[in-house]
């Protein structure tokens, strides 16, 4: 289902940029380290700026500096009645149920999310995605666990927002149901808990992102420890921001030949439909 805008995309990324130096403002202010990520760092890498048809935002961070972030915002924005930033998170509002956060800004009237179909959120607006980055063991016996105990807890937990458009979705909501929201959170915390205590205590480790699949797969996506170790500031539209200086590594696992256009027909917005 496409939400249908007043605004054209040329409006939309001006917005988005400018909600996008104002999270760089934050995070600086707080010591947050972060990258840009997924489309938005294609973005940077081969167009310098916004894919031209995107029309959203992605951040990733580290789970420690996510934390951080999560506990900083909710006392400086959404604590905060002149702010017109604010964030959405899991344990901040009962109807979210994506395990990342968005970063939002309240006074851009844009209803671009798609799931903001689905269910009642308490923050509408301008908005970018914030994704948490864990720690797992690097055995492959585990992994291949964790393809699909990950992906079944944070599928389930998405579900329970959904409408029962189709017989699929329908499906989907049935499965879901087996399990309690309480117990899908607590699922997840645990994963969470037990990654940074396996860091912390200096045991090897892979990074990965528990909300990154591949379309209609249960396969995570890997990466070796020092992901975040080293940083560069590169252009994106009329600012330069973070991203990892193993931004090929990272992309070409994920998207292949990330550098080459998709076909024609692809080259669609994800959430907007442009009004004609």
Known sequence: ??????????????????????????????????????GTLIGAIRENG????????DIMMPREDYEKFVK??????NNNEKSHYK???????????????EFIDVSKKYNIDLY????????????????????INPSKIFKFFYNFYIRTITSCYSYKSYNKESLIRSIKILFSNMFSKKCLEKSYNRLVSKGLRRKEE??????????????????????DSDLFDKMTLHKFENGEFPIIAKYDTFLTKIFGDYMTPPKEKMQKPKHIEEKK
């Open 202 to 223: 200096g045991k090897k480790y892979d990074i990965c992102c528990f909300t990154f699949f591949r379309k209609n797969s249960l396969k995570l996506f890997y990466f």
């Open 87 to 101: 964030i959405e998170e899991h344990r901040l509002d009962d109807n979210y149920t994506l395990f990342f956060a």
């Open 116 to 135: 903001d179909a689905n269910h009642p959120r308490k923050y509408y607006g301008i908005r970018l995605d914030v994704f948490p980055f864990d720690y």
């Open 1 to 38: 289902m496409k939400v249908k805008q007043n605004n054209n995309l040329e409006e939309l990324h001006k917005n988005l940029y400018d909600l996008l130096v104002a999270f760089d403002v934050f995070c600086n202010r707080h010591n947050l380290k972060y990258s840009l990520t997924s």
């Open 50 to 57: 916004f894919i031209p048809w995107d029309d959203d935002i």
């Open 72 to 77: 900083i915002s909710l006392d400086e924005l």
